[in-house]
């Protein structure tokens, strides 16, 4: 993996540290290659900005010395560049992963780190498509692409997110080896962990459409969703095609690919689904994070509670 301009200029000490935690991060947090390339850039910037704030490239000694000040500087020159919020409260996670594994290491060790706050972020509250609106997208998905086949694949790649509640790069890292055989499939989520989600046939009949009419020739331990040079399909596509499509049906600036994610969970809470089978389906890790979910259309749990409840019609 090509190392991130800035990491490769800081004496001999500090690149095989960094080149040991990208090793750790893949191999023991089992990160996705994504996220690791992001933890790599948040370094590089933070390596370049101590390069300016202590006169010269950081070293290993330099990181173990840093005072509370010097990571307050750092915060102080984000917040007037103006980075946003989630952007620095990313940073600074990267950052303080990196000194953890220098600590487990036993290159480094800096205690000031632990006393940083990044910035408060407010409580986002996931904002799902209505019913109506999931159908006409899912509805309307193949309808703008250029070539036939490129539309049997957008409706696939949207119904996957829609019908069986994938994250975008869920959904994209599947191999054709991965595609549903029967009525359910194994995805692999954060963290490496699989799970295994129900399919739905109409998702099931979108993916086998979109297999008949690929003009690719497809291996089984190759991308199951390929681009139009038949390379695997990229998050900033799906993007492209959300973005479309709002202006087309007239969709809120919400409506991207995780908000079809977000409105699996919520049509199916809003149907009655058990909270713990959904966070199973989702793949969270803890059940406060699918607990936002209750949030947001509080109406339609009260009318489930109203209609199945046994006590909800006594005085």
């Given at each position: 993996?090509a190392e991130p301009a800035g990491l490769t200029t800081s004496p001999?000490?500090?690149?095989?540290?960094?080149?040991?935690?990208?090793?750790?991060?893949?191999?023991?947090?089992?990160?996705?290659?994504?996220?690791?390339?992001?933890?790599?850039?948040?370094?590089?910037?933070?390596?370049?900005?101590?390069?300016?704030?202590?006169?010269?490239?950081?070293?290993?000694?330099?990181?173990?010395?840093?005072?509370?000040?010097?990571?307050?500087?750092?915060?102080?020159?984000?917040?007037?560049?103006?980075?946003?919020?989630?952007?620095?409260?990313?940073?600074?996670?990267?950052?303080?992963?990196?000194?953890?594994?220098?600590k487990r290491a036993g290159l480094a060790e800096n205690a000031a780190?632990?006393?940083?706050?990044?910035?408060?972020?407010?409580?986002?509250?996931?904002?799902?498509?209505?019913?109506?609106?999931?159908?006409?997208?899912?509805?309307?998905?193949?309808?703008?692409?250029?070539?036939?086949?490129?539309?049997?694949?957008?409706?696939?790649?949207?119904?996957?997110?829609?019908?069986?509640?994938?994250?975008?790069?869920?959904?994209?890292?599947?191999?054709?080896?991965?595609?549903?055989?029967?009525?359910?499939?194994?995805?692999?989520?954060?963290?490496?962990?699989?799970?295994?989600?129900?399919?739905?046939?109409?998702?099931?009949?979108?993916?086998?459409?979109?297999?008949?009419?690929?003009?690719?020739?497809?291996?089984?331990?190759?991308?199951?969703?390929?681009?139009?040079?038949?390379?695997?399909?990229?998050?900033?596509?799906?993007?492209?095609?959300?973005?479309?499509?709002?202006?087309?049906?007239?969709?809120?600036?919400?409506?991207?690919?995780?908000?079809?994610?977000?409105?699996?969970?919520?049509?199916?809470?809003?149907a009655g689904g058990d909270l713990r089978a959904i966070q199973e389906?989702?793949?969270?890790?803890?059940?406060?994070?699918?607990?936002?979910?209750?949030?947001?259309?509080?109406?339609?749990?009260?009318?489930?509670?109203?209609?199945?409840?046994?006590?909800?019609?006594?005085?």
């Amino acid at each position: 993996m090509a190392e991130p301009a800035g990491l490769t200029t800081s004496p001999s000490g500090l690149p095989a540290a960094i080149e040991g935690w990208r090793r750790w991060l893949e191999a023991e947090r089992r990160a996705a290659g994504h996220t690791t390339s992001a933890y790599l850039r948040d370094l590089a910037a933070f390596l370049d900005f101590l390069a300016g704030h202590l006169g010269g490239p950081a070293t290993l000694e330099a990181l173990a010395g840093l005072k509370p000040a010097d990571f307050r500087a750092w915060l102080a020159m984000r917040a007037g560049a103006g980075y946003r919020k989630t952007s620095t409260a990313r940073a600074l996670s990267s950052v303080r992963s990196f000194f953890r594994y220098l600590k487990r290491a036993g290159l480094a060790e800096n205690a000031a780190i632990g006393q940083m706050r990044g910035p408060k972020l407010p409580h986002g509250v996931p904002k799902p498509l209505t019913e109506s609106e999931a159908a006409a997208t899912l509805e309307q998905a193949g309808a703008l692409a250029g070539a036939d086949w490129i539309g049997k694949r957008d409706a696939a790649v949207l119904a996957l997110l829609y019908g069986c509640g994938l994250r975008i790069d869920e959904a994209l890292s599947l191999d054709l080896g991965d595609r549903p055989a029967g009525e359910t499939m194994m995805v692999r989520g954060k963290g490496g962990k699989d799970r295994v989600v129900p399919v739905l046939p109409a998702v099931h009949e979108a993916i086998e459409t979109y297999l008949a009419a690929c003009p690719y020739p497809l291996s089984r331990a190759g991308a199951l969703f390929v681009g139009a040079r038949g390379g695997r399909l990229g998050a900033r596509t799906v993007q492209g095609l959300m973005a479309k499509l709002r202006v087309r049906l007239g969709l809120p600036a919400s409506a991207t690919p995780h908000a079809l994610r977000h409105s699996f969970a919520t049509h199916l809470l809003a149907a009655g689904g058990d909270l713990r089978a959904i966070q199973e389906l989702l793949g969270h890790a803890s059940l406060s994070t699918t607990q936002r979910y209750t949030d947001v259309d509080a109406d339609a749990l009260l009318a489930v509670y109203d209609r199945a409840h046994p006590r909800a019609h006594r005085s």
